[in-house]
């Protein structure tokens, strides 16, 4: 099981920027990774994706054109540019291992990072 930890979270204002990195103790196996995050009271949804060996890209509607979803191979690390934050960024922010581009939904089935803290102030 591969281990991940997040890093670049903060707090910043609306309009801002911030980078996540998601390091993982071990290179990815698995087609896609990504990010998602978690609001107080709310389920933990896909933010991006991206496949680890091919090109494909999976954006979520609220943040398509402001997030950018990249990677490093060599160094076993996914990155999350993210531009223009809003208040309703606001969420823990967490990398998986695996994702899985179902249908009709979009799933982490890999390993959890511990998270990473994004707060956007108005």
């Known amino acids: 099981q591969v281990q991940l930890v997040e890093s670049g979270g903060g707090l910043v204002q609306a309009g801002g920027s911030l980078r996540l990195s998601c390091v993982a103790s071990?290179?990815?196996?698995?087609?896609?990774v990504g990010w998602f995050r978690q609001a107080p009271g709310k389920e933990r949804d896909v933010v991006a994706a991206?496949?680890?060996?091919?090109?494909?890209?999976y954006y979520a509607d609220s943040v398509k054109g402001r997030f950018t979803i990249s990677k490093d191979i060599a160094k076993n690390t996914v990155y999350l540019q993210m531009n223009s934050l809003k208040p309703e960024d606001t969420a823990v922010y967490y990398c998986?291992?695996?994702?899985?581009?179902?249908?009709?939904?979009?799933?982490?089935?890999?390993?959890w990072g511990q998270g990473t803290q994004v707060t956007v102030s108005s």
């Open positions: 071990g290179t990815f196996t698995s087609y896609a």
């Open positions: 998986n291992s695996d994702v899985e581009l179902l249908e009709s939904q979009v799933l982490g089935l890999g390993s």
């Open positions: 991206i496949a680890w060996s091919g090109d494909m890209t």
